[in-house]
């Protein structure tokens, strides 16, 4: 019989899968039956039993009488696997990195090629990490580790296959019968719901959709850098309870250390960090919350998108939206930059498979397989860990999946610059047309203003100055790039770089400072 090692998931379509599999899962807990189903699962399809799953997932299996390990991951990559093989030839699998550290035979190393990769994206994009010899299972493959030794495979591959015959109005029928449907299998009956809502249409359609009794939405002190206005508008159009979670920039930095050990690689991303800080104090009262991963990346809603019409996708490379610092930047402030690992190659291999499709859908493809997967639903995995708070993700169902794969680009985004045409010619049978159709202004966070705070701006300096930093930075540089955001002469001068740059700077300054404190806590002393 095998053994389950490890699980971590919710499956939408288990009343299916228990009926065809003939599993019995009345009056079980949906950790339980879920359980039960994947062992039922292996031992019908064998290593192919993830494309039977709807769902999120990551499973360790092991077999007794043969020895053998089989793991497998969710086709979008929402859960994370991580495996490592120690020097001896076995095989160390977790699902979180920290799990691994205290195994036989692991050793804790960085992998310092790898820097200049995050440095560029703001995360860590692909299956190595920033620890040597620890990789992430690819979404959709699997792996078998036993007498034959370590196999990679792939039980489902991305690819977009467009239907040219239905309208626009017809998609949206799609969308929103999938969408109901959606809702209806990843909520048991009894399960109480919340939502967050930030003003777009995203999370304005699974309020709309859902029966969540409250909306969350981040604020801050400053109402520019905020969407809790246009969200409180929409929850009461809905009829539904409405909450404000202000995040400080007391709280904000005084997270970072936690943000970061629940993370347990370094994230850039200042809308992360923020909805961390917001979670924490949500799951004092919520225990559960819905949330809108996948809208953008399944049905175009990042302006890049716009922009497809500067890209030739046979011969330019396409970065995505967070890659701030070129090679150029990167070799001035590291120490040592590795020729073999430009993010320019990493990319252009990562969105080959997508250049027989039109620029938008290449697009969306390079994306799904980069920045969605390692950013986006990284993101969410760690922010229920770190807070505890159960996150659901209504979008991220293969049957939204499979309409979004399906539908034209022209029906993502359209000629004259609109976005998400058939997700918001859908939503707006249930929400107001303002709401519908409202422009994305991306979860705004004032993190560029905070930084300049005095308290704040010495901690980084610190961190700049330190042990760390001259390991593996040229302090005098990155020491020049906080004079300049700061307003003060830069010891290095690069009169023509930092003006051009000027409204990056900060993101430069934060996307180092949060390297160094990472490897403060994980490799040196995390005292401040």
């Known amino acids: 019989m095998v053994e389950l090692r490890a699980y971590e998931g919710l499956i939408h379509n288990h009343e299916e899968l228990a009926e065809e599999l003939g599993v019995s899962i009345d009056g079980l807990s949906r950790r339980e039956r879920e359980e039960r189903l994947v062992v039922a699962a292996w031992d019908a399809w064998g290593t192919s039993l993830g494309n039977h799953l709807n769902g999120q997932f990551a499973i360790v299996l092991y077999n007794p009488e043969t020895y053998e390990t089989f793991c497998t991951r969710d086709p979008l990559g929402a859960e994370l ?62 792996l078998t580790f036993g007498s034959g030794g370590l196999v990679l495979g792939r039980y489902w591959e991305l690819s977009f296959e467009p239907d040219e015959s239905k309208s626009l109005e017809e998609w949206a029928d799609e969308l929103d019968c999938a969408f109901d449907a959606s809702i209806d299998t990843i909520i048991d009956e009894g399960e109480e719901v919340d939502s967050f809502l930030s003003g777009g249409v995203d999370s304005s359609y699974i309020l709309a959709k859902s029966g969540a009794k409250k909306a969350y939405c981040v604020s801050y002190d400053d109402p520019s850098a905020s969407e809790e206005e246009d969200a409180r508008k929409t929850a009461e159009t809905l009829g539904r309870a409405f909450e404000g979670v202000k995040v400080t920039p007391e709280e904000f930095f005084a997270s970072i250390d936690d943000f970061l050990l629940a993370y347990e690689q370094p994230s850039a991303d200042v809308a992360g960090l923020a909805l961390f800080c917001a979670c924490k104090k949500i799951a004092q009262e919520s225990k559960l919350c819905l949330s809108g991963e996948g809208a953008d990346e399944f049905f175009g809603g990042y302006s890049i998108y716009r922009n497809a019409k500067r890209y030739n996708k046979n011969t330019s490379v396409y970065f995505g939206a967070t890659y701030i610092m ?49 950013s986006i639903l990284f993101n969410s995995t760690k922010i229920v860990r770190g807070t505890g708070l159960d996150i659901r993700m209504p979008y991220c169902d293969l049957r939204i999946f499979d309409i979004a794969r399906r539908m034209p680009s022209k029906f993502k985004v359209g000629e004259n610059g609109g976005n998400k045409l058939a997700l918001r010619a859908a939503a707006s049978r249930v929400l107001p047309h303002e709401v519908a159709y409202r422009k994305k202004l991306g979860f705004p966070v004032p993190a560029r203003k905070w930084l300049a705070d005095p308290k704040v701006a010495a901690e980084i300096r610190r961190a700049f100055e330190s042990d760390v930093a001259r390991e593996f930075f040229n302090v005098d540089e990155i020491g020049a790039l906080l004079d300049a955001f700061l307003g003060e002469k830069p010891r290095v001068s690069h009169p023509i770089w930092f003006g051009r740059r000027k409204t990056r700077i900060w993101r430069h300054v934060w996307v180092i400072y949060l390297f160094i404190r990472w490897y403060e806590l994980f490799f040196g002393n995390s005292e401040r």
């Open 81 to 142: 696997l991580f495996y490592y093989k120690t020097i001896d030839g076995r095989l160390l699998v977790a699902t979180q990195i920290k799990d691994l550290f205290d195994q036989p035979g692991f050793r804790r190393e960085l992998n310092r090629e790898l820097i200049q990769f995050y440095l560029g994206f703001n995360y860590v994009p692909g299956e190595e990490t920033l620890f040597k010899g620890v990789y992430k299972l690819e979404p959709g493959g699997y």
């Open 326 to 374: 070129a090679d150029f930047e990167q070799k001035r402030f590291l120490k040592k930059w590795y020729a073999n690992r430009k993010a320019g190659d990493f990319m252009r291999e990562r969105g080959a498979g997508g250049r027989k499709y039109d620029t938008v859908a290449w697009m969306l493809y390079t994306d799904l397989r980069s920045y969605f997967e390692a």
